[in-house]
């Protein structure tokens, strides 16, 4: 008798590539994967899997099974949420964001969700955006906050606000505030994160279409050790506008303006359609009620005590 878990197995082994990932994709050990997988390769005598590649290959007969497995499985799930079940058992959550939403709206949504969901255990790691989406991609994370999209069927792209950024760079290296043209700006070293962040893509691509060749001065992988380099007289930047104006106020960076001004950059949450959808089309509800790109203001409780 053919079961839901063992076309389950087959389809997760297929659309990530080995066996360890539909294991860990469904909470699972790999032997139990493997033993569904076998019990359908005898049932029906024929190999669904070539083993002999790097990447476990579907044989022209898996590939026949997957279609309809796929077909089964899509209806089981339209069943349970039409009789208003989860359509599986979601135990975590693994949730890949950028710095900048840590520093930012994170601890909210976390919040909410943990109100929503406690039985579930949110994973949140950190990276840039193009990490992030290989890593979605490869099916290692379920759902990402990134300012990127995937346009394919197999995901979902939810828009989320705008970010804008602002060229930043110190007194002491600019002078006065003042407007500038780009060629005038990229006279000065651009600091930017050592990893390729998807602000950086976007950008790197923005000067090409302005033809403005920039120096760029790398600085870490963090927007605060980025914020202090420049702070520090050590190149100009562009940073998240809302988040680093403290330092605009009280003097210690300075807002240049350049023609043309910085676009930008649309945020997103993406994630797999392939996965639990209540869950991550409620996450993605949650993301874009509380995404805010401001600096949050932490208050204590009440019975806390200063140290």
């Not at 997760?12 to 066996?19: E, I």
């Not at 193009?130 to 379920?142: C, H, N």
């Not at 950024?165 to 002491?172: C, G, K, N, T, V």
């Not at 639990?276 to 005590?305: G, I, M, W």
Request: hydrophobic content about 40%; some cysteine.
């Amino acid at each position: 008798m053919i079961t839901l878990k063992q076309l389950e197995a087959v389809y997760w082994v297929a659309r990530l590539g080995t066996f360890a990932a539909a294991a860990d994709r469904l909470h699972t050990t790999q032997s139990a994967i493997s033993k569904r997988v076998n019990e359908l390769e005898v049932f029906f005598s024929t190999p669904l899997f070539d083993r002999s590649h790097r990447t476990t290959r579907l044989t022209p007969k898996g590939r026949d099974l997957l279609d309809t497995a796929e077909e089964m499985l899509q209806s089981r799930d339209r069943l349970l949420e039409r009789m208003g079940k989860q359509v599986e058992e979601v135990r975590r959550l693994r949730i890949g964001i950028t710095e900048l939403i840590a520093l930012t709206f994170l601890p909210r949504l976390v919040r909410e969700i943990r109100l929503a969901y406690p039985a579930v255990s949110f994973e949140p790691e950190i990276d840039v955006s193009t990490k992030l989406t290989s890593r979605l991609l490869a099916g290692e994370i379920d759902f990402i906050i990134a300012p990127t999209t995937i346009r394919t069927p197999r995901f979902s792209s939810i828009p989320l606000r705008k970010l804008h950024l602002a060229w930043m760079a110190s007194p002491s290296l600019v002078g006065e505030t003042r407007t500038l043209s780009l060629e005038e700006i990229a006279t000065w070293p651009i600091l930017m994160q050592a990893g390729t962040s998807g602000v950086d893509a976007i950008y790197e691509r923005w000067f090409e279409s302005n033809n403005v060749s920039i120096r760029r001065a790398f600085a870490g992988n963090s927007l605060i050790s980025l914020c202090s380099l420049t702070i520090a007289g050590v190149g100009v930047s562009y940073l998240p506008a809302l988040y680093f104006a403290d330092f605009v106020r009280q003097g210690e960076l300075t807002v240049l303006h350049s023609t043309p001004d910085l676009p930008a950059v649309r945020y997103y949450a993406v994630y797999r359609n392939d996965g639990p959808q209540p869950l991550y089309s409620h996450v993605a509800s949650l993301t874009r009620e509380f995404c805010d790109f401001s600096k949050p203001d932490f208050h204590p409780p009440a019975n806390s005590r200063s140290s």
